[in-house]
């Protein structure tokens, strides 16, 4: 008798979180679809200490540029030491804002721990990371060296787990923070002439979730926010001697502008969005397109016509 009582009881609490999983579910599509015509208010990021890896280069760059009017106080690190030091100094001349020079090869774990020290010291705790250096080699997977898979996977992959297990203990301890990462349209949709690269971007974005995953079940129960954004090919020197195609370049630009992709990635971060897809159809055909047979994905995925290939001649590299 009490055996059946206690199944009872238990079939009870299934059906009950069932339901409660349901209505849960219901609520946050019609908040989701709320939300898609009044979105969340930006928040402020004056004073707020923001980390950019690879500030110099094309992304990045612009990340700097367009948080500089914002009040943020720049913290920016660039494996190229003159680019970085003249970027920075020209910021701040241009816009007088309090921004900081380091030259950091992300990769390097000691090298990461140093300067973070160094930055504790000069400015103070960082409350915001945006995890953007990032290299892609575009070939066939097969005439990449073995080299070029290492320095990938360091920099577009360990560098996070560098960066991240230095500052993720702090903001978990003053309960504020904020993880912003470059990933890529590759980082969710597969790329031909781009596999390894691919390879390092599904790996961040895996590793992202799964974090904040951790994170949530955290007995502390840390306010930490998280952004991943996943732009398509975007005009920077990294897309320097390689050409992106699309077929429809109404619905998939050819090319992306790095003001576009950091003036999203920062609405992102201000109005703490999960995902960042750039330009939008990412979203569909990196999660909504994955529903369907791998065949039609294949067949979908010709008929968009989308895809990246090495050119002989070095396009111009823009910065
Ligand atoms: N450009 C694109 O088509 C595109 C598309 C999607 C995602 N992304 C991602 O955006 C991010 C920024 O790329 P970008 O297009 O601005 O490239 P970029 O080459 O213009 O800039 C990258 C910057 O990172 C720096 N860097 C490289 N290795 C480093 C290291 N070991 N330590 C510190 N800094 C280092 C470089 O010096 C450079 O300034 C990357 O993570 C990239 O994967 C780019």
Not at 114 to 130: A, E, F, H, M, P
Not at 284 to 303: H, I, M, N, W, Y
Request: net charge positive; glycine share 6%; charged share 20%.
């Amino acid at each position: 008798m009490a055996k059946c009582v206690a199944q009872s009881w238990v079939i009870m609490q299934d059906v009950w979180d069932l339901i409660v999983l349901l209505v849960m579910t219901i609520a946050a599509h019609i908040r989701a679809v709320y939300r898609n015509f009044v979105p969340p208010p930006p928040k402020s990021l004056v004073g707020k200490v923001v980390l950019v890896t690879g500030s110099s280069g094309g992304i990045g760059r612009q990340i700097c540029s367009q948080l500089a009017p914002k009040g943020a106080v720049l913290v920016c690190w660039d494996v190229d030491k003159r680019s970085n030091d003249n970027f920075v100094k020209d910021l701040v001349a241009k816009t007088g804002v309090k921004a900081f020079s380091y030259q950091v090869d992300v990769s390097d774990r000691s090298h990461v721990q140093t300067v973070l020290q160094k930055v504790r010291q000069d400015v103070g705790d960082i409350n915001i990371v945006i995890n953007n250096a990032g290299i892609m080699p575009c070939k066939p997977f097969l005439k990449n060296t073995p080299e070029e898979l290492e320095k990938l996977f360091q920099i577009n992959v360990l560098a996070h787990f560098w960066v991240l297990q230095e500052v993720l203990p702090r903001m978990i301890e003053v309960n504020e923070g904020h993880i912003v990462t470059t990933c890529s349209a590759t980082g969710i949709i597969p790329t031909r002439n781009l596999a390894a690269y691919s390879g390092t971007k599904h790996a961040v974005h895996g590793f992202i979730e799964s974090l904040k995953d951790e994170l949530r079940y955290d007995s502390r129960k840390p306010n930490i926010k998280f952004t991943t954004v996943y732009p398509f090919a975007c005009s920077t020197g990294l897309l320097s001697g390689i050409k992106s195609y699309s077929r429809f370049p109404f619905i998939l630009n050819e090319v992306l502008q790095p003001e576009e992709v950091a003036e999203k990635l920062i609405d992102g971060l201000q109005r703490n969005y999960e995902h960042v897809y750039i330009p939008n159809f990412i979203r569909f055909a990196g999660t909504t397109a994955k529903c369907l047979l791998p065949e039609v994905q294949r067949l979908s995925a010709d008929f968009m016509g989308c895809y990246v290939e090495p050119v002989s001649t070095e396009a111009k590299k823009i910065k």
